[in-house]
């Protein structure tokens, strides 16, 4: 199932905010084209200041490393829009990355290459039946490798699949809420 979320932001101003007033509205950023675009519907929604600064008073689906309470990252419209075709697993571990793994926003890398990496080393959601996303994968693992192909059903029923599953994430590969990423 595709993520079918609206990403919206309340927008308000400093100005009011400190004059007692929460005057603003939910923007919904579909609506929009790019951030430009979003900059100059909230400046045309506050036209009754000089020179509104934007207050970002609350935010949905948006996640907090594209937004201050003050500004947006200038990769958000092409976050939202690549998150929009995923399924909901996939666009979670997204967000997982780039969050906690690639500590983006990084001023140095572009999104599409963060993107790159991230469908390098993403290795899908392990949250299935076994209640152990590690050794979910650690199955999964040997079965794509084929590591015991050519080992005796006799000897494969002595495999210890929890040993593996714990040397795999010590040095390789990294689990966070069911989602597995490869350590490079």
């Not at 934007?54 to 201050?68: A, N, R």
């Amino acid at each position: 199932m595709k993520t079918s979320v609206e990403f919206r932001i309340y927008v308000g101003t400093y100005a009011k905010y400190n004059d007692g007033s929460l005057f603003g509205k939910w923007m919904d950023l579909s609506d929009y084209i790019d951030l430009k675009d979003f900059y100059q519907a909230c400046l045309e929604l506050h036209q009754d200041e000089k020179d509104p600064e934007l207050m970002f008073q609350d935010w949905e689906y948006i996640p907090d490393f594209l937004i201050s309470e003050s500004s947006l990252n200038e990769y958000t419209f092409e976050y939202l829009e690549e998150v929009t075709g995923m399924d909901e697993d996939r666009a979670r571990a997204l967000e997982i990355y780039c969050k906690d793994i690639a500590s983006w926003p990084d001023k140095d890398k572009y999104f599409q290459e963060l993107l790159e990496e991230f469908n390098d080393c993403y290795h899908g959601y392990y949250g299935g039946p076994m209640k152990d996303p590690q050794i979910e994968y650690a199955y999964q693992y040997v079965e794509d490798t084929g590591l015991l192909t050519d080992v005796s059903p006799t000897i494969e029923r002595y495999f210890d699949y929890e040993a593996f599953a714990k040397d795999l994430f010590m040095d390789g590969y990294t689990q966070i809420e069911g989602h597995v990423f490869a350590d490079y």
